[in-house]
């Protein structure tokens, strides 16, 4: 009953921008800690960003901080990650996650979305 869909992947210069989308449907929006990961060929995934319940408290990872935004709006029951000045190291399936709480770990969220490329072209 719970369903997450990302959209916004796609081809973008190293430099540029880009503003990826997560759909919410099944369950309150406001009722989840709300997460991106990502996952590059070979790597596992790894932990992007998160956003509190109301959308006050945030988490990033070192790599993307000051370049990537993460921010939700639970009227339209939509989580976004604005990327900003991406870099070809930041190329990867991009999913955003449902859990109880702000983690890191993958297997600390309970729900996910089907993943959506972003190549990042230097």
């Known amino acids: 009953q719970v369903q997450l869909v990302e959209s916004g992947g796609g081809l973008v210069q190293a430099g540029g921008s880009l503003r990826l989308s997560c759909a919410y449907s099944?369950?309150?929006?406001?009722?989840?800690?709300m997460a991106w990961f990502r996952q590059a060929l070979g790597k596992e995934r790894e932990f992007v960003a998160a956003?509190?319940?109301?959308?006050?408290?945030?988490s990033y990872t070192d790599s993307v901080k000051g370049r990537f935004t993460i921010s939700r709006d639970n009227v339209k029951n939509t989580l976004y990650l604005q990327m900003n000045s991406p870099k070809p190291e930041d190329t990867a399936v991009y999913y955003c996650?449902?859990?109880?709480?702000?983690?890191?770990?993958?297997?600390?969220?309970?729900?996910w979305g089907q993943g959506t490329q972003v190549t990042v072209s230097s």
């Open positions: 099944g369950r309150a929006f406001s009722g989840y800690i």
């Open positions: 996650a449902a859990g109880g709480v702000i983690a890191t770990m993958p297997h600390d969220y309970n729900y």
């Open positions: 956003i509190s319940r109301s959308g006050s408290d945030t």
